[in-house]
């Protein structure tokens, strides 16, 4: 059983310096190396890993395809860049289902996941949050195990999108 853990604080996750995510935005990134969090039962990806696998030409979902990583929790698989980004590595750490993901579970991952980030020399590392639809709570979930477990130590972190305006039907 996950330990009762303090409800989200709204400023907590604002301290970190989070970037909505689009294609421009990862172009002019100035990092080494993706941290990605995905889960096992969520596909396609959403959110910021959506977008990252776009500029990856689907690498990402390639990658989950063909059973080279399957997201499941403590997972750790490295990518090498190629294309466009062949400097960049991506990290791909799994965080099991979604269904079963708390703040308690991303906490240990993130922790997890620095620790294997500096094991790698990786020095420079944005941390792309996890989405698993639209509603985005799990997203947040993460934004604040992230604060609490390595507040000042993350310089990125690529959260989804804004949502699209939708268009205004005429009469």
């Known amino acids: 059983m996950s330990p009762v853990l303090p409800p989200l604080a709204p400023d907590a996750a604002s301290?970190?310096?989070?970037?909505?995510?689009?294609l421009k935005a990862i172009d002019t990134m100035a990092v080494e190396s993706f941290a990605v969090f995905c889960f096992a039962d969520v596909r396609p990806l959403f959110g910021a890993a959506q977008v990252l696998d776009w500029r990856l030409s689907g690498r990402l979902s390639r990658a989950l395809e063909r059973g080279h990583v399957e997201g499941k929790g403590g997972e750790v698989v490295l990518l090498p860049g190629e294309g466009r980004n062949k400097r960049r590595r991506v990290f791909l750490f799994g965080?099991?289902?979604?269904?079963?993901a708390d703040r308690a579970l991303m906490?240990?991952?993130v922790k997890n996941?620095?620790?294997?980030?500096?094991q790698a020399g990786a020095r420079d590392a944005a941390f792309v949050a996890p989405a698993a639809g639209a509603k985005g709570e799990l997203e947040?979930?993460?934004?604040?195990a992230l604060a609490e477990e390595l507040s000042g130590q993350v310089r990125t972190v690529l959260v989804s999108p804004p949502p699209e305006p939708r268009a205004q039907k005429s009469h």
């Open 15 to 22: 301290a970190l310096p989070v970037i909505a995510t689009d």
């Open 95 to 100: 965080l099991g289902e979604a269904a079963k």
């Open 107 to 109: 906490r240990g991952v």
């Open 113 to 118: 996941a620095f620790t294997c980030l500096a």
């Open 140 to 144: 947040a979930e993460f934004l604040q």
